[in-house]
């Protein structure tokens, strides 16, 4: 139905009502429901009351924007705060948003069930007893920041940088807190991006130098995932809709996934290889494309490196693209369909489909991986390097319908203070075992510091579990209860999780609507910046009401980072001795603490492009604008920026390598977000790359050492991986020859749609969808082993087991049993023996909570048990109706959690991208008399044998840096220290001669 046939038929409504004698009601809104609230009455939007029904009362409601905290895709979210009680009603789809368009999935609406949990943290906490005891008592901010602030001061002043430390698990934000740390001098930014991403943007930045993909889903002929995509995943609401909008217009849709996920239900082609066998498809697809010759010759002649590699590995030859057109055709000519289907498990006939699809792609081929394969598997980067091989081959780069580099699909503004580079390398983050490490070594740091390398004396974690999302949980609690290992720990969190209960202080912090951020993501083609807000603060300032910070409007004391890490630094430095006090201090009232407000508006009135004029047509100051509308969209159709001719006035004094790199000592431009972004290495004259000779012409090119994309990386080659220096299969170590016979591939990393990994055990609406993981089974594995679903099984790995039920599926290979991460929450409950005094009501009208902490909805209470390194959890409840100053608490009607699995799980870092390869060798039997639904046992000493034995598999930077530096400077990095940090601290073995055309000859 069409709007004008809805028009049309409120007329005829209206008529017949008013025929009748009657007064025809044309609804609160007035607008009919097909429609969002339109924007010029988000100041008194009427609504009826649902809890009113069937009297007709009418609510009025300021409708205040902000975004979505509860996964990185940051949709626009609407809070409709009701004009009478200034409290917040709902959530609803934000329309002016450009990457969600009004649409949410289950987890943004659920943000109220986390504004109102009752259970939540309301005040700063600091422990009474010792670390883990669970006796808490209330502290002021001022004590915890004076604390906090003295200590970290120290460090600073004695020169203990490296012992301070923050690990994020949940950032939305783009920037904030690795610039406070940069700002201290502190190379401590540590992020969970190992256990999740790493593996899948090592793969896209030996590419082209940018770490993620951004598919235009809408525009593609054929869309091709290597994950959940549709359900789950980085930006997947946003992408859902585009991948459907493809699909609407004709789209193929292939999805590869040894689970039926429900993204897997909606594919053409959905095929179940077996884990860690992707790259082999996709090099088989490769060969096909190339022997079939319906590749782009001409994109591969512009734009791949191809005359490095020849050089390096042919030098044989004429250094002519004929040459390598030879080598190509027989580049992956092993990688025949046969053998595909050999190592996969997928019918020759079906990958010949899947080619056939690929190939008629064209320029038009989306391809998408994320975690899924690549964060599974060992050399799992390589599923991501050979998937976007097919894209590199197809020409179907920055492309309508093709893949684009994600930085371009994105905006990171300048910030009102920039920082400054440390000038210290932090061995805990960084290891030398891993030069080329995607992200920092997050998940190895109890076994680092049991090893000696290092100790913090300061470390926070914020919005991160790692007790419980990491791999080897007992682990860390072994690390965070021993004080020598970590002098104080600090747990910025808007509700109790696992590693809370092993801090020092816990101090609460706001959710979706209660903060504020900044963020950019790769949704499609376009630029936008979207801005997160308190909404109630928002709520009060529109209504003219003066508001101090966001602990006005917030529950209890429940603050947001940005205010909690500006204080911070003025009190670490309050006279500015230290030189770091300026970098909180407001620019338009020198000498006084930089305000939110301030930092915002610096940045909305300076930094974006567009913003100022469009906000001054509306009458409004940009900081006025983004509060009332909470998005801006900078610039739509970004293109193929590789393309871009470099204008003469960015090519001054310029320098040119013989492969066409162009370097210059002009300035950056302007605009850096509408260029190439990245940090190849200088020229060692001191210019910048501003871009690449392509035929003659100056064009901005890649990121990247070559300025093209690298099929052959010379930074692998040099730095000691020159086998996978092309795109490569490397077999998985759960392949099945690796399994042996009596094993399982235990698939350990898919999500539950409707979760977030720690903040929504209390969003009540999701847990009543979804709350228990059982293990899948295939019907002929079950068959074999007597399980039948519903029954208990012991799922044993390398360091323990966990017991959990069977659920018998065809909707699993045989030979593989999978189970969601997203479940298994516990809190140690009445073990800890004393209640938390959380103190009074909080402004929202919650009640005191007087009991143990934890969320009450979905954690099992459970006994924690060890003797030496041999560690037991046993469950003593499932969670039950309790009352509270929520009613729907006392209507809980499940008692499952599902089961905590990645406690008995053994570290498996990828020697090069440091990737946790998730997936585990398994044996599955049916559960014998003594084990109990819940029961976990793990031994930790084994886990560190486990952690040696593949921290031997590395080739460090002490043995095979080319130039004597940790890490090749041009990849991205947090944080970025100064480069005298960047070199090995003494002179290791004798470095290895450069490769010929790499990087090593560009070093400074
Ligand atoms: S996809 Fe869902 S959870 Fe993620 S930001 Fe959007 S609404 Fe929130």
């Not at 859902?240 to 909008?245: F, T």
């Not at 429900?262 to 053409?268: E, M, Q, V």
């Not at 782009?296 to 590995?313: I, K, P, T």
Request: glycine share 8%; with cysteine.
């Amino acid at each position: 139905m069409t709007l004008d046939d809805l028009a049309r038929r409120v007329s005829a409504a209206r008529a017949a009502t008013e025929a009748r004698g009657e007064t025809f009601y044309p609804g609160a809104s007035r607008v009919h429901l097909a429609s969002f609230p339109p924007k010029e009455r988000w100041d008194d939007w009427v609504e009826l009351d649902s809890r009113a029904w069937p009297r007709r009362v009418e609510r009025r409601y300021l409708l205040v924007p902000t975004t979505c905290f509860n996964c990185e895709s940051a949709c626009g979210l609407l809070a409709y705060v009701d004009r009478e009680s200034l409290q917040i009603r709902k959530f609803e789809g934000n329309p002016e948003h450009p990457g969600s368009r009004g649409r949410n999935c289950a987890k943004g609406p659920a943000t109220l069930n986390q504004v109102t949990d009752p259970d939540r943290i309301l005040y700063p906490l600091k422990r009474a007893g010792r670390r883990g005891e669970g006796r808490w008592e209330r502290v002021g901010w001022d004590e915890a920041l004076d604390d906090l602030a003295g200590r970290i001061r120290k460090a600073i002043v004695e020169r203990r940088q490296g012992e301070i430390m923050y690990h994020v698990g949940r950032p939305g934000e783009d920037g904030f807190t690795e610039r406070v740390l940069a700002n201290w001098g502190v190379d401590g930014h540590n992020t969970h991006t190992n256990i999740c991403s790493a593996a899948a943007r090592a793969g896209y930045e030996l590419w082209c130098g940018i770490d993620r993909p951004s598919p235009d889903h809408a525009n593609a002929k054929v869309i091709l995932l290597v994950s959940a995509h549709l359900e789950s995943g980085h930006y997947f609401n946003p992408h859902a809709q585009r991948i459907m909008e493809g699909k609407q217009q004709g789209a193929k849709l292939i999805v590869l996934d040894s689970r039926l996920s429900n993204t897997a239900t909606h594919a053409d082609v959905w095929a179940a290889p077996i884990p860690g066998s992707e790259a082999a498809i996709f090099l088989a697809i490769a060969n096909h494309l190339v022997r079939h010759r319906l590749h782009d010759r001409e994109f591969v002649r512009r734009w791949w490196n191809w005359q490095q590699y020849l050089e390096a590995e042919h030098p044989e030859l004429p250094p002519t693209f004929a040459s390598f057109e030879s080598v190509l055709a027989s580049l992956w000519e092993s990688y025949t369909f046969d053998f595909a289907a050999a190592e996969s498990g997928v019918a020759a006939a079906v990958l010949e489909e899947i080619a056939a699809a690929v190939g008629g792609a064209g320029t038009r081929l989306a391809t998408h991986t994320w975690r899924s394969a690549a964060s599974g598997n060992l050399g799992g980067w390589q599923v991501a390097r050979t998937l976007f091989l097919l894209n590199a081959l197809l020409g179907a780069v920055a492309t309508p319908g093709g893949t684009y580099p994600n930085a371009w699909n994105k905006f990171v503004p300048r910030p009102i203070h920039l920082p400054r580079h440390p000038e210290h390398w932090n061995e805990l983050t960084w290891p030398q075992e891993y030069p080329l490490a995607t992200y920092e070594l997050s998940f190895l740091l109890p076994h680092l510091l049991k090893d000696g390398r290092g100790k913090l004396d300061v470390y926070f974690t914020r919005v991160y579990n790692p007790v419980w999302t990491n791999p080897d949980g007992f682990s860390w609690i072994e690390a965070l209860t021993d004080e020598r290992l970590v002098g104080l720990h600090a747990a910025l969190t808007p509700t109790w999780n696992e590693t809370a209960y092993f801090a020092d202080y816990v101090l609460p912090m706001g959710h979706g609507a209660e903060r504020h951020d900044i963020h950019s993501y790769e949704t499609h083609d376009a630029q936008w910046l979207g801005f997160r807000q308190p909404v109630l603060r928002a709520a009060r300032e529109r209504l003219g009401e003066p508001v101090r910070d966001s602990r006005d409007t917030n529950p209890g004391e429940v603050w947001e980072e940005n205010d909690f890490w500006l204080e911070l630094t003025w009190r670490i430095d309050p006279d500015g001795s230290l030189g770091i006090r300026k970098f909180a201090e407001s620019v338009a009232r020198p000498g006084e603490r930089l305000s939110v407000d301030e930092y915002y508006r610096y940045i909305f009135e300076h930094s974006v492009p567009g913003l100022p004029e469009r906000a001054a047509a509306e009458g409004l100051e940009p900081l006025a604008f983004m509060r009332r509308y909470g998005a801006f969209e900078i610039a739509r159709e970004i293109g193929p920026l590789h393309e871009r001719e470099v204008p003469p006035a960015e090519l001054e004094d310029v320098a040119e390598d013989r492969h066409g790199r162009v370097y210059t000592r002009a300035p950056k431009p302007a605009s850096p977000n509408l260029v190439p972004v990245g940090l190849p290495d200088p020229d060692g004259e001191g210019r910048r790359a501003a871009g690449v000779r392509v035929d003659g012409k100056v064009l901005a090119g890649f990121p990247t050492p070559s300025g093209r994309l690298e099929l052959w990386s010379a930074t692998l080659a040099s730095w000691g991986w020159r086998e996978l220096a092309l795109p490569a299969y490397v077999r998985s170590h759960v392949h099945p020859q690796s399994l042996g016979p009596d094993r399982f591939c235990l698939i350990s990393t898919f999500r539950l749609p409707v979760h977030i990994h720690t903040r929504s055990a209390n969003a009540k609406w999701l847990d009543e969808i979804a709350h228990s993981n059982p293990l899948w089974i295939h019907p002929a594995d079950a068959a074999r082993l007597g399980i039948e679903t519903g029954d208990l099984v012991r799922i044993e790995t390398d360091i323990g087991h966990f017991v959990d039920k069977a659920w018998v599926t065809e909707g699993i290979r045989p030979g593989v049993v999978a189970c969601s991460h997203h479940m298994g929450r516990w809190k140690l409950g009445d073990q800890a023996g004393q209640p938390v005094r959380a103190g009074q009501a909080g402004q929202s009208g919650q009640t005191d909570q007087i009991g143990q902490p934890g969320q009450r909805q979905l954690m099992a209470t459970v006994a924690l048990g060890h003797s030496g390194s041999r560690w037991t959890m046993r469950r003593r409840a499932g969670v039950a109706p309790y009352a509270s100053s929520d009613p729907d608490s006392a209507r809980i009607w499940w008692t499952d959690v599902g089961v905590h699995q990645n406690l008995t799980f053994p570290v498996h870092p990828d020697p090069v991208s440091g990737m946790h390869c998730w997936h585990q060798a398994v044996r599955v039997r049916k559960a014998g008399p003594d084990d109990r639904y819940g029961e976990i046992a793990a031994d930790t000493a084994r886990a560190h044998e486990i952690y040696r034995e593949w921290l031997a598999t590395t080739r460090p930077a002490s043995r095979h840096s080319p130039d004597g530096t940790r890490r090749p400077h041009w990849l991205i990095r947090p944080l970025r220290p100064s480069r005298e940090a960047y070199r090995l601290p003494r002179s290791g073995p004798a470095a290895p001669a450069p490769v010929a055309g790499g990087q090593a000859d560009r070093q400074e």
